[in-house]
């Protein structure tokens, strides 16, 4: 099947430092690209929607200056938590949707972030 | 707004035992379902979907019915394995979230030998 590469699986950082997490999709192109956020023991929630060479979609209460999307290729998404705090410590997920009639989402393996 | 709710864990079972995880969705419009499951250290992977009313997804056995009038998509499999254990995740697209999906919040099952 599909695979979407997530890197990195985890980061710790110090607070106020900005953290880049990359997402690709190794074997298919992806016009769209979703970011997510998990907390423990809740479900994903859609962070952004990221279109290859258009500015992401944020969701309502998402900062977009603090999470940075760029969507600059079929294959690449990146998001970057800028001057990251405590607060933003969860595990992100990504996802790339294949362009195909099937309209399936496939997912990396997420990045677990600490800021300290 | 598009929501799925899903029924708390953690599941545990025996192997061979039947497997139901309950979901429910509100949603405007036609949605999409979809189970998703998670094995520990991987990304989500889909395990079945159902476009319209009545459609059955299945794969690997399990299987789950698109209810419109119940408005309910449960999960069932009737002879787990220990291989099986892992977070499982309704979730819609369509309606008013578009294509991106609207998860419910997991169950955990963990089946023990």
């Known amino acids: 099947g599909a695979v979407v590469s997530q890197h990195p699986s985890w980061v710790i950082c110090k607070s106020g430092t900005s953290v880049k997490i990359e997402c690709r999709s190794l074997?298919?192109?992806?016009?769209?690209m979703f970011w997510y956020r998990q907390f423990p023991k809740q479900s994903l929630m859609l962070m952004a929607t990221?279109?290859?060479?258009?500015?992401?979609?944020?969701e309502q209460g998402v900062e977009k200056d603090k999470f940075l999307i760029n969507h600059a290729s079929l294959t690449l998404s990146t998001l970057t938590v800028t001057s990251a705090h405590p607060e933003d410590s969860s595990f992100y997920i990504c996802?790339?949707?294949?362009?195909?009639?099937?309209?399936?989402?496939?997912f990396g393996a997420g990045t677990r972030l600490s800021v300290l | 707004g598009d929501s799925v709710t899903q029924m708390e864990g953690p599941v545990t079972l025996s192997e061979e035992a039947f497997l139901t995880i309950n979901c429910t969705y509100t949603?405007?419009?036609?949605?999409?379902l979809f189970w998703y499951v998670q094995y520990p250290g991987e990304g989500l992977q889909l395990l079945l979907k159902?476009?319209?009313?009545?459609d059955k997804g299945s794969n690997k056995g399990f299987e789950a019915t698109y209810r419109k009038e119940t408005t309910s998509f449960h999960l069932e499999k009737g002879s787990v394995q220990v291989s099986d254990s892992a977070v499982y995740f309704c979730a819609l697209s369509g309606g008013q979230a578009g294509t991106a999906l609207i998860f419910g919040k997991g169950t955990t099952l963990s089946v023990s030998s």
């Open positions: 949603a405007t419009g036609y949605p999409s």
């Open positions: 159902a476009t319209k009313a009545d």
């Open positions: 996802s790339a949707r294949d362009r195909g009639p099937k309209n399936i989402q496939y």
């Open positions: 990221s279109n290859e060479g258009s500015k992401a979609t944020y």
């Open positions: 074997d298919f192109q992806a016009t769209t």
